[in-house]
């Protein structure tokens, strides 16, 4: 198993551009999850989805949006990147039951 | 809403000590999870022990140890015997909800001396 996966792994942007943050994992987990983490933060929760077709906001939604096609990839999009969006991207995974959860690698975004 | 509190920016420990994390929470929900997470300098999250609120018993992996008070909500993590490799940011985190959404403090950077 591969586990958690993210491309790219690093990304300039700049203000204006979109992007989509790919998210995948091959362990038919029903749940995903989306967080960024700031310079000398934890991390904070953008949107998650609950299994295919169902997504919700979670604290930091607003800028990105997300879909749930597929039981395997949650996709993060960026409509119009901002500098303050500049951060370390972290997609997560779980089986339910919420004993563990698995990250990706992460993406770093830089907004300029 | 959650809340997670970690007040100890940084710890220093000598190298085969003991040392203790400090987490408190805040939370209304009865069912949830606390998470110790632990993130290197490469940046990966590394997945480190889990105790659930209705688990009798304190959580133990290997050398890490989740001292839970829920009277108290505190969820502090012992980590025994410190190794050189241990030194790293670490989260604390509250799951709830049905995707187990993690609410995370701020962090603690732990430095293990020779």
């Known amino acids: 198993n591969a586990g958690v996966t993210q491309t790219p792994k690093f990304q300039v942007l700049k203000t204006g551009q979109s992007m989509t943050l790919q998210c995948a994992q091959d362990?038919?987990?029903?749940?995903m999850s989306w967080y960024r983490q700031d310079p000398g933060m934890g991390l904070r929760l953008i949107h998650y989805s609950v299994g295919a077709g169902i997504t919700d906001q979670g604290e930091v939604p607003n800028g990105y949006n997300v879909s749930r096609s597929t039981t395997e990839d949650f996709p993060l999009r960026l409509l119009s990147a901002a500098p303050s969006q500049t951060s370390v991207y972290f997609c997560?995974?779980?089986?339910?039951?919420?004993?563990?959860?698995?990250f990706g690698p992460g993406t770093r975004l830089l907004v300029l | 809403a959650q809340k997670i509190t970690q007040t100890q920016p940084g710890m220093f420990v000598q190298e085969k000590e003991a040392v203790t994390l400090d987490c408190t929470y805040d939370t209304s929900d009865q069912s949830y999870g606390l998470f110790w997470y632990k993130q290197p300098s490469s940046g990966e999250m590394i997945f480190l022990i889990y105790?659930?609120?209705?688990?009798?018993q304190n959580a133990t992996e290997g050398r890490y140890s989740l001292n839970f008070q829920k009277a108290r909500k505190s969820a502090n993590l012992v980590i025994s015997a410190s190794q050189l490799g241990d030194s790293a940011m670490y989260f604390c985190a509250m799951g709830s909800g049905s995707a187990r959404q993690l609410t995370f403090g701020s962090g603690t950077q732990l430095t293990v001396l020779p």
């Open positions: 997560a995974s779980n089986p339910g039951g919420g004993r563990t959860q698995y």
């Open positions: 105790q659930g609120s209705y688990d009798e």
């Open positions: 362990m038919n987990h029903e749940y």
